[in-house]
């Protein structure tokens, strides 16, 4: 059983960053594959990154590619979405998750474990 805590999300305004992280609990974070998925309103979830249990292969949506980065933190039990040059379009609830068997999907149904979600809105 693996529980996941996402936080940083915000306000923020056009061309900005944010810098979202996701706290794991347990002891065999590193085992896992984690992704980074968002949803606007009105909207199906969408992929946005993945990366595998090393963190040494990482997976972007064309969408985010050149502007986010993840990556992870397999002492601390954190993984993380820096997410520059910030667009509206980028506004939504962003999910971590982790899947226990893969290496990096952008398909959420080969996700096994989600967190709440955290808002960011990208505005002026």
């Known amino acids: 059983q693996v529980q996941l805590v996402e936080s940083g999300g915000g306000l923020v305004q056009p061309g900005g960053s944010l810098r979202l992280s996701c706290a794991a609990s347990g002891r065999t974070f590193s085992r896992y594959a984690m992704g980074w998925f968002r949803q606007a309103p009105g909207k199906e979830r969408e992929f946005v990154a993945a990366?595998?249990?090393?963190?040494?292969?990482?997976y972007y949506a064309d969408s985010v590619k050149g502007r986010f980065t993840i990556s992870r933190d397999n002492a601390k039990n954190t993984l993380y979405l820096q997410m520059n040059s910030l667009k509206p379009e980028d506004t939504a609830v962003y999910y971590c998750?982790?899947?226990?068997w893969g290496t990096g999907d952008s398909n959420a149904r080969a996700y096994d474990y989600w967190g709440q979600g955290t808002q960011v809105t990208v505005s002026s």
């Open positions: 998750a982790a899947d226990a």
């Open positions: 990366i595998n249990g090393s963190g040494r292969s990482t």
